[in-house]
């Protein structure tokens, strides 16, 4: 069944366009990592599927109904960022009365577990924890929540690595036991590689890939050596990256289509990790860093 | 990856009422410190009780037959117009940004989050009204007692049909008064060069007394103010109530949350 989709969804603010003709669907049970830069649309488009942003055009429907003031879609979806806003006098004992009073899944006690693991302070208001511990607490009340639509946006800022794999290792774990649709993105894709199914990717407002982990593992070609001669060989492919290393040395990435091969030792041939190939794909196609200090 | 029918989070259809109860006990929740703040409006208003000088009072008077809101001398009706001017500040409060996006945390909708604060309005109205009410008869009674003058007097002798038709007016005062903050504030998230606008206006009536105005205010004041049947009285504010209560749903209907 598909819980999300999206046909020629655009979203446009007074002095620009977050999104552009943004079209694809999610299935349910899922987890969909939604990667792309900074400003590249992700928070704009999460916001729509969970009902807080109206598209300017395009459809988009989530349970088969438009989430923008849609209560079922609200009923039934959690939307976890770091600006998620408690009352100030609440403390985190209240915090989790609150959601367990608003969320019918809500698993009280898996979330004072989390909180008891992650030692936060159960007698403090949200405002008077970390940074890390207050998107610990986000990320708990959005695990704890089981809504049938999960969205994590960004969801471990200021977390430490330690407390983020454990995070993750909670969130598959949960998953597992009890599946739903859930949409993650962030910035720290190796971390998250190995709990996504599906990837979108998402640059300057529009769709750039929508594929499953699997075929993006498998997707490109990093091809290096000599640069004459990688040239030569990769003159006939289809092309995502180029960069120069040094005076005779070429990277260059193309796209995979299972039939390149090359006996030459001066040219060596690797599978490109997922992350590598998101930061290739994503990069400026224009120059780079260096050129900031020559102009 | 696949699972079984009874692991997966099947979609559950919420009840528009269910929901709206939820947010109002919320924000009763959320807003407990504010009536902390309202009750010592009201012990505040006390104080000034004693005092002398000019404020403003309401409820019914007899005489004239008016339900009236008028500026007049310190006595117990300083009770209830204190705590109408907090809960006027908790209302505008509840249509800002802020407070939209802590509602919007957990399981609403733009107009469940309207229907939700103005019955949460009305309640807190009715609770305000009645308690200050109820506490400037208390003080006027004590007065009465104890500090007699024949102003205070006339005051104090209020009993019966009279006390249910002033607590009646002290009651809708507090609703009107609250709704027209809580749209003030929807107002100002919505259009601040609008609300900016009608500051302006009013302040510049203030200073330079436009004719235009001042009759527009006058009127405005007797068609609301100086209604002397109580049955239309509370027609009038039922029907404002209600026109704020739409133009709120037209604000709010495409506003955007997060």
New interface residues.
Partial sequence: MTVISCIDVNKNYRHHRANEDVSFSVK??TITGVIGRNGAGKTTLL?MIA????PTSGDITV?QKHPY????V???RI?VDD?????A??NLA?IID??Q?????FDRKFAYNLIDYFELPLKRTQYELSKGQKSSLHFIVGLAA???LTIFDEPTTGMDSTVRKDFYRALLKDY?????TILLSSHQIQEIEHLL?DVLILDHGKLLMHESIDDLRAYALKVSGDAQLVKKVTAERDIIYEERIGNNELNVIIKNDGSFQTYDDRISTEGLPVHELLSYVTKKRKGGIDDVFHK | ?S?TNN????????Q?KQ?IW?QV??KW??Y??AFLFIILAQLFGIILSYGQGSSMSVGYDEESNFIELAMTYFNGQSIIVLPIVGLFGLAFSLGLK?TK??M?????????NVYSNVIFIIISSVLVGISSYLLSLIVKSIIFQYFTTSTTMVIAQVGGVDLIKGLFAAVLYTVLFSVIGYFLGELFTAYKWLFAIIILLFAGYLMTGLSFFEKMIINLHQFIFQEGSIGLFTAKVVGIVLLLFIFILVIVR?Q???
């Fill in positions: 349910e049970n916001k009902g807080y942003l109206r349970f003031n849609s209560l079922t609200s009923y039934n939307f600006q998620m806003v408690f009352p006098s609440f209240n609150m959601c009073d608003f969320y019918p899944n089981r809504c049938p597992i036991a009890h599946p739903r199914e | 990856m699972f692991q997966i989070a099947s979609i559950k259809q919420a528009a929901i939820k006990k919320l929740h959320v407990q410190s802020q996006q802590m919007a945390t957990v399981v609403t909708t733009q107009a469940i495409r955007e949350v997060r």
